[in-house]
């Protein structure tokens, strides 16, 4: 099972990155959990004439996966840009190819609710991309207590279950689709 993970902040300390990468390296035995780069993205303009090659890393790596994590942050109520734009540039595809049928984890961390209002206007644009999301278990963590270190790595043990329980949820979501 190869995942592909897409973090919608783009700091290298980002609690959301720290999630990510506990997913990482936890993955099951038998799976992959590949970390995306956005930072060289560039918002989607239909008016370019060639696809940067940032985005083509990306829309490779999104091809070759059978299944997505996102790390979800909440800004204003909502997705980060930068997960919305990597979405909107996978979108373009033809028959929205790349993204159509693909079993989806989504996981946050922000303020004292999590990212949970991020997470379900998430789960919106997943209906519109038809992108399947794991209903159960949620990942909703609050990034500002010691679950995290300085560095924005993941420290909390019961959160570290939850993802590890969400890791192989997803797993079996995704032969469930196939």
Same mark, same amino acid.
């Given at each position: 099972m190869n995942m592909l993970a897409i973090c919608g902040s783009l700091r290298k300390k980002?609690? =959301?990155?720290g999630l990510l990468r506990y997913a990482q390296a936890n993955a099951p035995e038998g799976s992959t959990i590949t970390i995306a780069d956005l930072s060289?993205?560039?918002f989607y303009n239909a008016d370019l004439s060639e696809k940067p090659a940032a985005v083509i890393t990306l829309l490779q790596?999104?091809?070759a996966a059978d299944a997505l994590i996102f790390g979800c942050?909440?800004?204003n109520y909502s997705?980060?840009?930068a997960l919305k =734009?990597?979405?909107d540039w996978a979108s373009r595809e033809p028959e929205n190819a790349l993204l159509n049928g693909k079993a989806v984890a989504l996981m946050g961390a922000g303020g004292g609710m999590g990212t949970s209002r991020a997470q379900y206007h998430l789960r919106q644009v997943c209906v519109y991309l038809n992108l399947h999301p794991l209903n159960r278990p949620e990942v909703f963590a609050n990034a500002f207590t010691p679950?995290?270190?300085s560095d924005g790595n993941l420290v909390d043990e019961k959160i570290q279950g939850t993802i590890k329980t969400?890791?192989?949820a997803l797993i079996s979501w995704a032969a469930k689709l196939k």
């Open positions: 980002s609690t =959301n990155m060289a993205i560039p790596q999104i091809g942050p909440e800004y997705m980060a840009p =734009n990597a979405l679950a995290f270190d969400q890791l192989a």
